[in-house]
């Protein structure tokens, strides 16, 4: 599993554990016998989407990327790896992140600075959390038929932290 983290490169063991902490594939390498150095089979076909997700963020923070774009990247993941993840990710002051997701957790989605909501290809709305809220419009409908938690298919979310 290290290999496919870190592509055979040389990192410190301090920053690979501190990347794996990070992406949330700490509680996994702890379960495996072999660890850190678990054979995953070729193109991650060992691992489940979820677990293939985690390295795919372990990969792009290892390579300390000042960028990332997630669409969908905890999709495979139950909702508290994913919100942990996530909370993770916008913890890092130097990363700016733009988000596509169909989850609407209010307890990240306060923690970024913009949301643009589309429907059917178009910007329907822009704004923060709380002004999408206090607006009572498209996006206020969408978070509150769940309570809050939404898995949807008819729009996307597209959210940035900085």
Same mark, same amino acid.
């Given at each position: 599993?290290?290999? &496919? +983290?870190?592509?055979?490169?040389?990192?410190?063991? &301090?920053?690979?554990?501190?990347?794996? !902490?990070?992406?949330?594939?700490?509680?996994?390498?702890?379960?495996?016998?072999?660890?850190?150095?678990?054979?995953?089979? !070729?193109?991650?076909?060992?691992?489940?989407?979820?677990?293939?997700?985690?390295?795919?963020?372990?990969?792009?923070?290892?390579?300390? $990327?000042?960028?990332? +774009?997630?669409?969908?990247?905890?999709?495979?993941?139950? &909702?508290?790896?994913?919100?942990? *993840?996530?909370?993770?990710?916008?913890? +890092?002051?130097?990363? $700016?992140?733009?988000? #596509? $997701?169909?989850?609407?957790?209010?307890? %990240?989605?306060?923690?970024?600075?913009? *949301?643009? #909501?589309?429907?059917?290809?178009? +910007?329907? !709305?822009?704004?923060?959390?709380? !002004?999408?809220?206090?607006?009572?419009?498209?996006?206020?409908?969408?978070? $509150? %038929?769940?309570?809050?938690?939404?898995?949807?298919?008819?729009?996307?979310?597209?959210?940035?932290?900085?």
């Amino acid at each position: 599993m290290k290999e &496919n +983290i870190v592509l055979f490169n040389d990192y410190s063991n &301090n920053y690979l554990n501190e990347i794996i !902490e990070k992406s949330g594939l700490k509680p996994l390498i702890n379960s495996l016998d072999n660890g850190l150095n678990t054979y995953v089979g !070729e193109s991650g076909c060992n691992l489940s989407g979820g677990e293939r997700q985690r390295i795919a963020i372990a990969r792009a923070l290892v390579k300390n $990327t000042p960028i990332l +774009i997630l669409d969908e990247a905890t999709s495979s993941l139950d &909702n508290e790896t994913a919100f942990k *993840i996530e909370n993770s990710l916008i913890d +890092i002051k130097e990363l $700016t992140i733009l988000v #596509v $997701t169909h989850k609407l957790i209010g307890n %990240i989605l306060e923690k970024y600075d913009k *949301i643009i #909501v589309i429907k059917e290809g178009r +910007i329907k !709305e822009i704004g923060t959390f709380q !002004e999408l809220i206090d607006k009572k419009g498209y996006f206020y409908s969408l978070y $509150t %038929i769940e309570g809050g938690l939404i898995d949807g298919s008819e729009s996307k979310y597209l959210s940035a932290a900085e």
